[in-house]
């Protein structure tokens, strides 16, 4: 017997899933996708009242089903959730997780509580396709756009770790709010995100209103009053400097779509009122743009726009070349704009110890190089091959 033939084979870790997940698809796409199993209309509805009002992690427990129609759900399809790379919980609750796709790419979620209440921050990319400087997310370079399944899955991951299933009344749910303030721009992933928040604020399942949940964009114009026009949710605005100059800097995407569009993008956004007034946060970094006069600049900037500021300490992340404005230049930035007749909460810091913080989140996803991608394309191949193998035997 030769070397070779004696060497044993290496079975792959698991044979790839080749069912469809009915995690992530809207409501028509659902009801199309059981019509072709033959189901009509109303089971759909069923699925749908299982899968985001009772948070079923199978088909076994969907009973109002026949054991016909569940085994063959089975056959055809899978509930999915991201799994659960790493679990951290902050000294003050915020608990973070590292959620890990079919793929083997990693994006994080982070649920910030307060007393009675709180929101999970949900990521829309693996990395981020923008290089804000002081991010450091920014620093990791776009892998791919998260998916419907992988955004809706994030929320629904908390859920499950909070034990918030059947869905709660509003006055019940400690899972409150969602922002999309996680890893990635919402924005450069609009169809996905679009998608994933019609799934979440729906009546029949989760059912997250839309004035619980918060879009945050660093500025991409175009999309600003689409994302009003189709979800009307809140807005936020990654703003952090109050001139072209200074903003470009800081945040290349001004290049792109400098202060003039983005200002104006935002007095045209569809709702906003002085009963939903735009966001705008602000990041403090030390020397950069913490002065009175970026005050005074940050006032005239927004004149005319419903809006209000969100303060942010910045968040050190290691490597980085910024320090956080002094604790009295913050206060008195604040009370500038408090003086205008802006309101101006100072954020307090969440989950800095596990890195959970606003501008902290990153993974050790990478993107591949054309060869890297070849060469794990051909080891799933491989894999694929194996299962066929043995399945034949």
């Not at 899972?175 to 979440?200: C, D, Q, R, W």
């Not at 600003?224 to 800097?249: F, K, Q, Y």
Request: some cysteine; proline content about 6%; aromatic content about 6%.
């Amino acid at each position: 017997m030769s070397p070779d033939s004696a060497r044993p084979e290496i079975a792959p870790e698991a044979a790839p899933e080749t069912r469809t997940n009915l995690v992530g698809l809207s409501r028509e796409a659902l009801t199309a996708t059981l019509a072709e199993l033959g189901e009509k209309p109303f089971r759909a509805k069923q699925v749908w009242h299982w899968l985001y009002h009772r948070g079923a992690l199978d088909f076994a427990s969907m009973t109002d089903l026949s054991k016909v129609m569940r085994a063959k759900l089975e056959e055809h399809f899978v509930v999915g959730r991201p799994g659960i790379a790493r679990e951290q919980t902050s000294t003050d609750r915020t608990r973070k997780w590292l959620m890990q796709f079919s793929d083997g790419q990693k994006a994080e979620t982070v649920f910030i509580p307060e007393d009675d209440r709180g929101a999970v921050c949900v990521s829309s990319q693996v990395g981020c396709t923008l290089t804000c400087r002081f991010c450091h997310t920014g620093t990791q370079r776009l892998v791919r756009n998260l998916t419907p399944a992988e955004i809706v899955g994030q929320f629904m991951v908390a859920r499950d770790s909070y034990g918030e299933w059947p869905t709660p009344t509003d006055e019940t749910r400690m899972l409150s709010n969602i922002v999309m303030m996680g890893m990635g721009e919402p924005l450069y992933n609009f169809e996905n995100v679009a998608t994933a928040l019609k799934i979440l604020m729906d009546g029949d399942g989760i059912a997250v209103g839309k004035r619980r949940i918060t879009l945050s964009t660093s500025g991409v114009v175009p999309e600003i009053h689409r994302c009003g026009a189709e979800l009307g949710v809140n807005l936020a605005v990654s703003l952090h400097a109050p001139d072209d100059d200074t903003r470009s800097m800081i945040m290349p995407i001004n290049k792109k779509y400098p202060l003039k569009e983005l200002m104006q993008a935002c007095r045209d956004y569809p709702g906003a009122s002085n009963a939903r007034r735009i966001t705008f946060e602000y990041v403090m970094l030390k020397g950069i743009n913490d002065t009175a006069a970026n005050a005074r600049a940050l006032i005239k900037l927004v004149k005319d726009i419903p809006c209000k500021f969100n303060l942010i300490h910045f968040n050190p992340w290691p490597g980085t070349p910024y320090e956080c404005s002094d604790a009295s230049t913050v206060d008195a930035f604040a009370q500038h704009l408090w003086d205008a007749g802006y309101s101006a909460p100072i954020r307090t810091p969440r989950g800095r110890d596990i890195l959970a913080a606003c501008g902290q989140l990153k993974t050790d996803s990478e993107k591949l190089s054309a060869k890297e991608q070849r060469l794990k394309d051909a080891a799933e191949a491989a894999k694929v091959a194996w299962a066929e193998k043995q399945a034949a035997i």
